[in-house]
T-cell receptor
Framework: DAGVTQSPTHLIKTRGQQVTLRCSPK?????VSWYQQALGQGPQFIFQ?????ERQRGNFPDRFSGHQFPNYSSELNVNALLLGDSALYLC???WGSGPAAFFGQGTRLTVV | KQEVTQIPAALSVPEGENLVLNCSFT??????LQWFRQDPGKGLTSLLL?????REQTSGRLNASLDKSSGRSTLYIAASQPGDSATYLC??????????????FGTGTLLAVQP
């Protein structure tokens, strides 16, 4: 079992560009949640996907959007990148209402 | 609104010492509480998961307790080792606004164990 896998591991983008981050959940998991972790902070909830629908989103602007595919994998898209979007983006997977105890290694996004 | 606080923010101890990390939360209506470990620049590794009906969980040298009524949890690390050096994050899980088991995190405790 490969666990939760995220790609890419590191990314450097320029202000104003768009970025897509990818997540494959742990085998058997159908729910994917995305978190943003700024340096020195705890992760902040961005949104959660279940059955290809966004179930809930945190306090993030519409520049942040996502998608879940029929195989439960997910993408996080961020448009019009700002310097403040620089962070570690974490994906977590779970099954149904089970605890989100499985996290990927994250994607480190740097906006310059 | 659920808020999670961790004290202390940083801790440095000599190898072999027993230590306690603290976590407090404002809303007792939680499903579970988890303690995670995070190495620099890495993802999160779940250490212990305590369901809301449980009082504590143990794994090796780690013991976590949960007191829902007072909104507190502690992570006890016995006989600390340099390899325990990392950031420890506490997170409460619940249903917030329709998101099942959305996790709300504290800002973490940075632990350094000196050889």
């Amino acid at each position: 079992d490969a666990g939760v896998t995220q790609s890419p591991t590191h990314l450097i983008k320029t202000r104003g560009q768009q970025v897509t981050l990818r997540c494959s959940p742990k085998s058997g998991h159908d729910t994917v949640s995305w978190y943003q972790q700024a340096l020195g902070q705890g992760p902040q909830f961005i949104f959660q996907y279940y059955e290809e629908e966004e179930r809930q989103r945190g306090n993030f602007p519409d520049r942040f959007s996502g998608h879940q595919f029929p195989n439960y994998s997910s993408e996080l898209n961020v448009n019009a990148l700002l310097l403040g979007d620089s962070a570690l983006y974490l994906c977590a997977s779970s099954w149904g209402s089970g605890p989100a105890a499985f996290f990927g290694q994250g994607t480190r996004l740097t906006v310059v | 609104k659920q808020e999670v606080t961790q004290i202390p923010a940083a801790l440095s101890v000599p190898e072999g010492e027993n230590l306690v990390l603290n976590c407090s939360f404002t809303d007792s209506a939680i499903y579970n509480l988890q303690w995670f470990r995070q190495d620099p620049g890495k993802g999160l590794t779940s250490l212990l998961l305590i369901q809301s009906s449980q009082r504590e969980q143990t794994s090796g040298r780690l013991n976590a307790s949960l007191d829902k009524s007072s909104g507190r949890s502690t992570l006890y690390i016995a006989a600390s080792q340099p390899g325990d050096s990392a950031t420890y994050l506490c997170a409460v899980g619940g249903v917030y606004g329709g998101a099942t088991n959305k996790l709300i995190f504290g800002t973490g405790t940075l632990l350094a164990v000196q050889p």
